[in-house]
């Protein structure tokens, strides 16, 4: 796939062509020099709860706060193109864009508008820079860039692009069950250039064959009464889609392969259950592994709820585990 120029669609006609679309208009945005730091749903609800937030008064407002707006507010060749891409709606007698663009690693990517409630929804937050810095630290640690990459629940494809960046002769496969996630990220891809970036649908790695030298990924690791795909790690503690990578890890990982691993977990009287579990999965695979709370106390808003009526705070950690050469 040439992502330099177009994005290949996996259907035809009027698909590609709103595909097409939404890589000009996020060439628009880049060109012009639109930036915005997504922020956690909590912080951004505040920050548009405020008076005079109800509405947009900026580019930036629209792609980046999602708030609806009056056609004036975009120039006009920036609608046409929202437009075109089938990715304008309304809201009352307002408009609103369907998606959001955010900045990561001078780049920009695509990935569903505020609020994310819709089961296909593409996340992109802080976690998504959390993990993508992880990942990108990893490859520039290494002795040898990595020739063969697996970015697993990939997303917006922010870890697979980072990766690729930085490994630019690597072959970084970007997985996922999600349609709309591998639209946004073949759309990502071609918007920052990684020719090497290949979305692909996949549960997990069953529909990709061969070792690896580098697998990343941040599966969804909330307990998410709703169970949204973007969101529920399933299991008794959101952590079963971890712990399923890491069993998958374990098999396919090459000698001297690498999985970076960026998930989370609610912490009950000072016991990490992802860790200890972690440990029984990884206990027997000759994999070297280290694990470490990237951040201690997340998404505290999550602890009203009774999904996590036993948790004393959500953590977000990071596991990476190692296959000796």
């Not at 990578?245 to 912490?267: M, N, W, Y």
Request: net charge negative.
């Amino acid at each position: 796939m040439t992502t330099t120029d177009t994005v290949s669609a996996p259907v035809g006609g009027d698909s590609q062509a709103a595909d097409e679309a939404l890589l000009q208009l996020g060439r628009e945005l880049k060109d012009s020099g639109y930036h915005f730091t997504t922020v956690t749903p909590a912080t951004h609800a505040h920050v548009n709860g405020r008076p005079g937030n109800e509405t947009a008064r900026t580019v930036r407002d629209v792609f980046g706060w999602s708030r609806p707006f009056t056609p004036g507010v975009l120039p006009v060749p920036i609608l046409d193109l929202l437009r075109a891409a089938d990715a304008v709606e309304p809201s009352g007698d307002l408009l609103r864009s369907r998606v959001r663009f955010s900045s990561y690693d001078d780049e920009l990517y695509v990935h569903s508008a505020y609020p994310t409630d819709a089961p296909d929804s593409v996340f992109f937050g802080p976690d998504t820079y959390r993990m993508a810095d992880a990942a990108a630290a990893h490859v520039t640690g290494l002795d040898h860039p990595p020739a063969r990459v697996a970015d697993v629940g990939t997303g917006s494809g922010a870890g697979a692009i980072s990766v690729a960046k930085r490994a630019p002769g690597a072959e970084v496969f970007a997985v996922d069950i999600n349609d709309t996630a591998l639209r946004y990220a073949r759309i990502n891809a071609a918007l920052a250039g990684a020719d090497g970036v290949k979305p692909l649908r996949s549960n997990l790695l069953d529909d990709v064959d061969g070792p690896f030298d580098l697998i990343i990924s941040n599966p969804p690791f909330m307990i998410d009464p709703a169970g949204r795909t973007y969101r529920d790690g399933g299991g008794e503690h959101g952590n079963e889609l971890s712990l399923t990578i890491i069993d998958v890890a374990a098999q396919r990982l090459a000698p001297g392969g690498s999985l970076v691993l960026f998930s989370g977990c609610g912490i009950i009287d000072g016991h990490d259950p992802l860790r200890e579990a972690a440990a029984r999965r990884l206990e027997g695979t000759g994999l070297t592994w280290a694990y470490r709370e990237v951040d201690p106390d997340v998404y505290d808003e999550e602890l009203d709820g009774p999904a996590y009526a036993r948790a004393e705070r959500i953590a977000v950690v990071l596991l990476t585990a190692t296959r000796p050469r």
